[in-house]
């Protein structure tokens, strides 16, 4: 894999990836999508008999739930809303108006209900809340979507639309932290399989301004959030693939999910970035999936 | 300085009880207070005293109690008196 030009050209010239003109917005090619999809299929395998439940949700949840989140309160600078055109025969003139002299045509458009989901597991805790008490053992439930972030970059893992699978778990807070324990361990042994360098290290989301350097700080202090670092397109500043994060009570306490006794329900959540994994496996094996060792192919493919 | 910080503390830190009630080493987390609050109140406290909170005290321990932000704050200022 050595050679002078980016890993993300390297990704266009072998049509794996193919540029849209956006930079972290790519078509995927179907080589791509089966490596997705047989990860998928390989991470289904751990911890299958936990799962209560499984979901897949569209890539938009509601602007409501969104503004439940606190999203905009963290991460303002990563959030994507959508908009749309909702006015009348006049206001339509004006906007092929705009559009014709090259002017900006999107002053008018008016917010939706809708918020593209920035995490996988945001549209599930509403979900969960609306049913009620939590029965006793929680729930444990098996996710994917696809997310957004709003942060262009040449490097092919920071995409700006990408998907998540996830396990979540909410329960009470042993439950909670059982959970994540077990899958920083499950995420090593998933590493080791798919002969990808790894490491596990404590670490903070990228909260907004000076006062999220105060969050980010305050969440390594208190060791919620962990990440499995790969080198994908550095080895000084390695990828992370894997997260696993314990909530406290706060999403239990923001979307008023309870436990039996009433008392707020904890989660946890363990995501697996699929674009990422799927481009450590590219960088670290090959850019032909053939060719693969045979300890991944028998990993992925069987 | 210590007056200052319990008004903002009041406005700013969505404790769920009087902060006549926290004596001045009680744990403002074990209180009450998140962490996105504390952010509030350290924005505020920034913006009364038009100072700005160094790399080094941004961390939960600077806002752990009343005594501790005013540490951090006599820090900054540089006025030993106040702490």
């Known amino acids: ?5 980016s890993f993300l050209d390297q990704l266009f010239e072998s049509r794996i990836l193919h540029a849209s003109g956006v930079d972290g917005l790519y078509a995927r090619s179907g ?7 047989r990860f998928e299929t390989f991470a289904l395998t751990f911890g299958e008999h936990e799962i209560t439940e499984a979901m897949v949700f569209p890539p938009g949840m509601p602007m409501a739930d969104f503004e ?17 055109f909702c006015g009348g025969d006049h206001d339509h003139m004006g906007l092929l108006q705009c559009m014709a002299a090259g002017e900006d045509w999107t002053k008018g458009q008016e917010a939706t209900q809708v918020a593209l989901i920035p995490a996988a597991c945001y549209p599930l805790y509403p979900i969960l809340a609306r049913r009620g008490a939590l029965p006793e053992n929680g729930a444990y439930v098996a996710l994917q ?28 807070e042993d439950q909670a932290m059982a959970f994540r324990e077990t899958w920083k361990e499950r995420g090593q042994e998933m590493m080791k399989r798919l002969c990808l360098p790894h490491e596990v290290d404590i670490a903070n989301d990228p909260f907004f301004g000076r006062g999220g350097r105060m969050m980010g700080a305050s969440q390594r202090e208190q060791a919620l959030k962990f990440e499995m670092l790969v080198p994908i397109n550095s080895v000084e500043s ?25 008392s707020p329900a904890h ?21 032909d999936v053939a060719a693969w060792p045979e300890d991944v192919r028998k990993a992925l493919w069987g | 300085m210590n007056d200052i910080v319990r008004e903002l503390l009041a406005k700013h830190g969505s404790l769920p009880v009087s902060v006549d009630q926290i004596s001045d080493d009680a744990d403002l987390y074990d209180a009450g207070l998140s962490s996105f609050a504390s952010v509030q109140l350290m924005l505020a406290l920034e913006e009364h005293f038009d100072v700005e909170f160094p790399e080094h005290l941004l961390n939960r321990k600077s806002f752990s109690s009343v005594e501790a932000i005013v540490a951090a704050l006599a820090e900054i200022t540089g006025d030993q008196q106040a702490a």
């Not at chain 1, 040449?154 to 778990?169: I, L, S, T």
């Not at chain 1, 989660?267 to 850019?287: K, P």
């Open chain 1, 238 to 262: 390695p990828t992370a693939c894997m997260s696993f994060n314990y909530h406290m009570d706060n999403f239990g306490k923001a979307w008023d999910i309870k436990l039996q006794d009433g």
């Open chain 1, 145 to 172: 979507s696809y997310c957004f972030r709003h942060e262009p970059s040449k490097d092919p893992a920071r995409m700006q639309m990408f998907r998540q699978r996830e396990y979540v778990r909410v329960g009470t």
């Open chain 1, 68 to 84: 439940t989140s606190g999203y905009m309160k963290n991460f303002p600078q990563l959030a994507g809303t959508v908009h749309a």
């Open chain 1, 31 to 37: 080589t791509f999508e089966d490596v997705v999809s």
């Open chain 1, 1 to 5: 894999m050595s050679s002078s030009k």
């Open chain 1, 267 to 287: 989660t946890a959540c363990v995501g697996f970035g699929l674009e990422r994994i799927t481009l450590a496996l590219f960088r670290h094996h090959g850019l």
